[in-house]
């Protein structure tokens, strides 16, 4: 079981800054990818970037350039810094762990989630 806690939402004005992190606990060393994903109202949910153990990334085609996903591995953390935000920003952002378990002969894949933090970008 891995569990996650997010922080850092809040309210922002266009072309302002925000900062999340997530704090992961448990069986941290069967993660192998963490990642933030975001869900506005009406919408699916979507990727907005990912990191893997060894630090290769990925992000979302509408964040690229703004934001930044990192990764501190001493303190099991990831974080999401938010540059020049846009009001088409605003979503709940939820933080991703990716599990795999081998045990048995057999692997498994889990995907736990953070509880969601709100981020409001005013126009």
């Known amino acids: 079981q891995v569990q996650l806690v997010e922080s850092g939402g809040g309210l922002v004005q266009a072309g302002g800054s925000l900062r999340l992190s997530c704090a992961a606990s448990?069986?941290?060393?069967?993660?192998?990818?963490m990642g933030w994903y975001r869900q506005a109202p009406g919408k699916q949910r979507e990727l907005v970037a990912a990191?893997?153990?060894?630090?290769?990334?990925n992000y979302g085609n509408s964040v690229k350039g703004r934001f930044t996903i990192s990764r501190d591995n001493a303190k099991n953390t990831v974080y999401l810094q938010m540059n020049s935000l846009k009001p088409e920003d605003t979503a709940v952002y939820y933080c991703?762990?990716?599990?795999?378990?081998?045990?048995?002969?057999?692997?498994?894949?889990?995907?736990?989630w953070g509880q969601g933090t709100q981020v409001t970008v005013s126009s």
């Open positions: 991703n762990a990716h599990s795999t378990v081998v045990a048995g002969g057999s692997v498994n894949e889990y995907d736990y």
């Open positions: 448990g069986s941290i060393f069967t993660i192998n990818l």
């Open positions: 990191i893997t153990r060894g630090g290769s990334t």
